[in-house]
């Protein structure tokens, strides 16, 4: 007990330090990036604190104070080698309590080919540490400023599954055509596997499972549609991926094979003073074995989000959304989850529902703050996944707040 | 009338290199969110902009490219923070853009007052 406050107060009083080295880290890239940025090299950057707090849940921290681990920092360059060739890489710190692990990253790393291109059409190729580029906000779900709130829509970019779901190893392909009629379409196709570190694995299938968590390759595919100089844009993607689990000599789970399968619809409206955007997905999930060598389940799950943002002035922004998620269509209240696991698991971890209020004010072009409150409502986007703890969310209904500073070069 | 401010159009100017003397509207916009990379001539464009608050920045976002400068700013984070692309090279003031597009081959950017410029190649857009 000594010990735990001790080792607290020493974080406490540290915490000003790392915050401090973290910011001025950021001004010298900040500084530099204005000096080396021409047309062959750029760097960018950005660094992002924030407090957080969630009241009825272990979504942020297992004693539900109001947390400082809102933190996100990150430095790219991208440096281009000749005509056809680039390379860029991205590393970033990110921590997020009990959301995934706290730590660095390397967020890409990868070259690009420039394959083909004309008035009209582009055709490029990268190789490397790719990023998933198939959904709205999946390439920038880290980057505070490009995504549209602290808290991202859990139901399609669930933070459990953000290591895994962010990118892999391997290679994407981007085709792009542009014309006055048709307007612009994106093809995007990507092929990789992430490594599962045993944080990682903690995070999703729990720490009581001691064996381990591997990705196999997966598959992504992604098509976008703005029509010519429309407001609109519309999207659909499809992924694969599968993943085996291995148990240790001493575990008290057993081998198994994870199917997931994810399939997305979206629209988004770019208006002067609106803005909007819409996710609706459904998705399946297959475990054979875990819990025991026979087991299988095979979960079909669907849910949406609606966001809408108006811009009260140049500077201030409000926005709002609501999500909805069920882990199993046809249990649309999670009775059948508490009978199939007699009774360990409550109802309410078969959804999840959010609505959630928002603010955003830009001090600068490049220094904002945003501000919101969730109203969450289920466990079924609590880590962990594969085995949920209803003994730290055992609360139907949860609350999130969350208040954060950023500033990007 | 003689006190007034004078008001000058936004005028697209590229480096003398870019050997190309008008564009459509939809091409300026391919050039800027980064879709269309080079020049007819084979020429690698390299597109040089304002701060997206500069009122000029603005200005030009709306009448030039009819984009609101919050859409280019979020086509060029996700290139630039998902390493899919590059975003254009931002400077701080008009005079660092001039100066920029004078020495970097294959340049695009955006002037108020054209009689200020010269030794640059003026783009015509056609509607």
Known sequence: MLTSLKLMIRRTRLLPYYITALCSLCLVASLSAAEVNNEKLQVHGFVAQGLVNANNSNYINDDESISLELTEVGLNASYQ????????????YLNGGNRYHAGLRLDYLLLEWDAFHNDVWQARFYFGR??????????????????????????????????????????????????????????????????????????????????????????????YWRPAFSSWRFGISALDSTFTYERAQVDNFFDSDFVFQFYTANALYEGEFWQFSAEL??????????????????????????????????????MTRHEKFYANKDDTNGLELTQSTGGLVPSYFGFHHDNMIGLSYDFSSDFRINAEFHWMEGGARLSPIIQPDPIANDSKNWQVWAIQ????? | MLFSPQVYAINIISNITADTASLSVNQLRRIYSMRQIHWKNGTPIVVYVLPSKNPLHQ???????????????????????????VAPIEVATQQALIKAIKSTKGAIGYVENLSEVTDVNVIKIDD
């Open chain 1, 81 to 92: 080698l000749n005509n056809d060739f680039r390379i860029a890489g991205q590393a970033v």
């Open chain 1, 130 to 223: 790719v990023k998933n580029n198939h959904w709205l906000y999946s390439s920038t779900r880290d980057i505070p400023f490009a995504r549209p709130s602290i808290i991202i829509p859990q139901v399609v970019y669930f933070d459990g599954f953000r290591d895994v779901a962010v990118g892999g190893d391997g290679a994407a392909v981007k085709l792009s055509y542009s014309d006055d009629v048709v307007g612009e379409i994106d093809f995007n196709f990507s092929r990789g596997k992430s490594a599962i570190s045993d944080e990682q694995s903690d995070v999703v299938i729990g720490k009581f499972a001691l064996g381990h968590l591997d990705h196999d390759l997966d598959m992504q595919a992604s098509v």
């Open chain 1, 281 to 318: 997905f459904q998705e399946r999930f297959v475990t054979k074995g875990f819990y025991f060598p026979s087991f299988h389940r095979d979960d079909i799950g669907q849910g949406y989000y609606l966001q809408v943002s108006y811009k009260l002035d140049k500077n201030l922004t409000v």
């Open chain 1, 405 to 409: 500073f950023m500033y990007w070069f």
């Open chain 2, 59 to 85: 200005k030009f976002c709306k009448e030039q490219l009819r984009l609101f400068p919050y859409q280019l700013d979020r086509i060029w984070h996700k290139l630039t923070f998902s390493g899919y692309g």
